[in-house]
């Protein structure tokens, strides 16, 4: 089945320790986006891409970065993560337009 | 800045009744409106989408109005059921990004 994969489930990190998300698709979407969702509040948009194009949320912090290398692939790097970056994260993929996202089951990230 | 409201409280009701979710938004002229399952754990899952020049959509047990004057949108389920119960969530859009609301938790009791 098509479907959007996210590694790991559950990760913890030290404070401070770079850490790398990883999310794959299978749907060949063009858009990929990466969200952070805190307990009980709206997911918020990082950053998503267009095909290669790049597009950062105004208010996402230096400490976040992406990569996009081929359709397939996007990663999420959190260069020097502290305990406030302790969050379930999220990707998910669509066709570029009004369509419905299909996200992934989410990645865990705990801070130590 | 844009604002979308869900009732942060918990809605509580007996299976085969009507849950009537609320989503209200200030600041923001969406092009469509989005809604979304979501399981504790796990990712949203895409249900329905409603764009502005549209007043209704249904599919199933779900229907959703979109009133862009009263800047709302109601999410309808008919003949609810205790599989119905999970988180939704409300997302507005502009050209290809989703600004998602908080949710509303549903439980439905046998």
């Known amino acids: 089945d098509a479907m959007v994969i996210q590694n790991p489930r559950y990760q913890v990190t030290q404070f401070g320790k770079p850490v790398t998300l990883s999310c794959s698709q299978t749907l060949n979407h063009n858009v990929m986006y990466w969200y952070q969702q805190k307990s009980s509040q709206a997911p918020k948009l990082l950053f998503h891409y267009y095909d290669k194009d790049f597009n950062n949320e105004a208010d996402t912090p230096d400490n976040f970065q992406s990569r996009r290398p081929n359709t397939s692939f996007c990663f999420l790097d959190i260069r020097s993560p502290g305990l406030g970056d302790a969050a379930m994260y999220l990707c998910?993929?669509?066709?570029?337009?009004?369509?419905?996202?299909?996200f992934g089951s989410g990645t865990r990230l705990t801070v130590v | 800045s844009q604002k979308i409201e869900q009732n942060s409280e918990a809605l509580n009701i007996q299976e085969g009744k009507t849950a009537t979710l609320t989503c209200n938004y200030t600041n923001y002229s969406p092009a469509y409106l989005q809604w979304y399952r979501q399981d504790p754990g796990r990712g949203p899952v895409f249900l329905l989408l409603i764009r502005e020049n549209e007043k209704e959509k249904r599919k199933e047990r779900l229907k959703v109005t979109f009133d862009t004057t009263l800047k709302q949108s109601l999410f309808h389920i008919t003949a609810s059921q205790p599989a119905d119960s999970a988180t939704y969530l409300c997302a507005l859009g502009d050209t290809d990004k989703l600004i998602f609301g908080t949710g509303t938790r549903l439980q439905v009791f046998p």
């Open positions: 998910a993929t669509s066709l570029q337009g009004d369509y419905g996202y299909t």
